[in-house]
């Protein structure tokens, strides 16, 4: 997550869209995963969330 932070913190057009293709290929590595393990990435960020 350190490479999505690195990318806000200059919001240039180029990082913009690093950014965004950055989020795009995570979101569907997590689509692909089995459902159990997708299961338990979803409740570890839900928790994250609540701290």
Same mark, same amino acid.
């Given at each position: 997550? #350190?490479?999505v932070a690195a990318l !806000? %913190?200059?919001a240039t057009p180029e990082n *913009? *869209? *690093?950014k965004d293709e950055l989020q795009a290929t995570v979101l569907k590595a997590i689509e +692909? *995963?089995?459902e +159990? @393990? !997708?299961t338990a990435i979803m @409740? #570890? %960020?839900v928790r #994250? @969330? %609540?701290l």
């Open positions: 997550m #350190r490479a !806000k %913190e200059q *913009l *869209l *690093l +692909d *995963l089995p +159990d @393990l !997708k @409740l #570890r %960020e #994250r @969330l %609540e």
